[in-house]
C-alpha cells in the first residue's frame, strides 16, 4: 500500500527566512508527487509537480521540491516567505497505475510571522 | 474553463437527513475523484469514476454513502441517515486520462451534521 507522510504539522517562520517542508512516502511501484497548497476554506491548489526528468522541481509562489528516490522523500522549499504564504501544504502521491488516484499526507501548517 | 464546479458550498443537515452534492468537473476530463476531508487531516480518497463507470470505491464508502456519473459528465455524491460523523469537507477534483494524473479540484462542499 501507498502512504504519505509529513514530518511536521506545523512550521512556525519568519517572514523572509526560509523554509522546508518535508514529505516521505512509500510505494512498491512507481509514483508521480505533488504538493498541493489550501487556504482556509478552499479546495486545492496545485504548487508543483514531479512525473519524470530533472529531480529538482520549480512551482508557483516562488517554491520548489527536490525528489530524492534513494530517500523516499520529496521535500518544499522556499528560500524567502512571505505573510501571504500561511497555509495548509498537502504532500500527495498519485499511483502510476489504474485510477491514478492521488493519496494525501497529513499536511503541514506553515504560519508566518512579521 | 471556470474549473471544477461544487455545490452548494456549505450545507447544514439534521442528522438522519438526506443530502446530495453536485460536482461539474472541467468538461474534457474524463476522470472524477470524490475525497473526504476532516479537520486537520489530508483528504481522503472515496471513489472514482472513468466516464460514468465507478471503477474503485474506499471502505470509508459506507453503504449510506452512494456516488452517480449517470452521462460521464456531472456527478452526485448522496449520504443517506446523515450521522455527526460524516461532518467534513467533501471534495471533487477531475484529471484527463491517458495518463496525466494532475487532478484539478473543486472549492469543496463543507457539510455540518447537528
Known amino acids: 500500500a501507498q502512504s504519505v507522510t509529513q514530518l511536521d504539522s506545523q512550521v512556525p517562520v519568519f517572514e523572509e527566512a526560509p523554509v522546508e517542508l518535508r514529505c516521505n512516502y512509500s510505494?512498491?511501484?512507481?509514483?508521480?508527487l505533488f504538493w498541493y497548497v489550501q487556504y482556509p476554506n478552499q479546495g486545492l491548489q496545485l504548487l508543483l509537480k514531479?512525473?519524470?526528468?530533472?529531480?529538482l522541481v520549480k512551482g508557483i509562489n516562488g517554491f520548489e521540491a527536490e525528489f530524492n528516490k534513494s530517500q523516499t522523500s520529496f521535500h518544499l522549499r522556499k528560500p524567502s516567505v512571505h505573510i501571504s504564504d500561511t497555509a495548509e501544504y498537502f504532500c500527495?502521491?498519485?499511483?502510476?497505475?489504474?485510477?491514478?488516484?492521488?493519496?494525501f499526507g497529513a499536511g503541514t501548517r506553515l504560519f508566518v510571522k512579521a | 474553463d471556470t474549473g471544477v464546479s461544487q455545490n452548494p458550498r456549505h450545507k447544514i443537515t439534521k442528522r438522519g437527513q438526506n443530502v446530495t452534492f453536485r460536482c461539474d468537473p472541467i468538461?474534457?476530463?474524463?476522470?472524477l475523484y470524490w475525497y473526504r476531508q476532516t479537520l486537520g487531516q489530508g483528504p481522503e480518497f472515496l471513489t472514482y469514476?472513468?466516464?460514468?463507470?465507478?471503477?474503485?470505491k474506499s471502505r470509508l464508502l459506507s453503504d449510506r454513502f452512494s456516488a452517480e456519473r449517470p452521462k460521464g459528465s456531472f456527478s452526485t455524491l448522496e449520504i443517506q441517515r446523515t450521522e455527526q460523523g460524516d461532518s467534513a469537507m467533501y471534495l471533487c477534483?477531475?484529471?484527463?486520462?491517458?495518463?496525466?494524473?494532475?487532478?484539478?479540484f473543486g472549492q469543496g462542499t463543507r457539510l455540518t451534521v447537528v
Open positions: 510505494s512498491s511501484v512507481s509514483v508521480y
Open positions: 477534483a477531475s484529471s484527463l486520462g491517458s495518463g496525466n494524473t494532475e487532478a484539478f
Open positions: 469514476f472513468q466516464n460514468e463507470a465507478q471503477l474503485e
Open positions: 468538461s474534457e476530463h474524463n476522470r
Open positions: 514531479y512525473l519524470s526528468g530533472s529531480t
Open positions: 500527495a502521491v498519485s499511483l502510476n497505475t489504474g485510477g491514478f488516484k492521488t493519496i
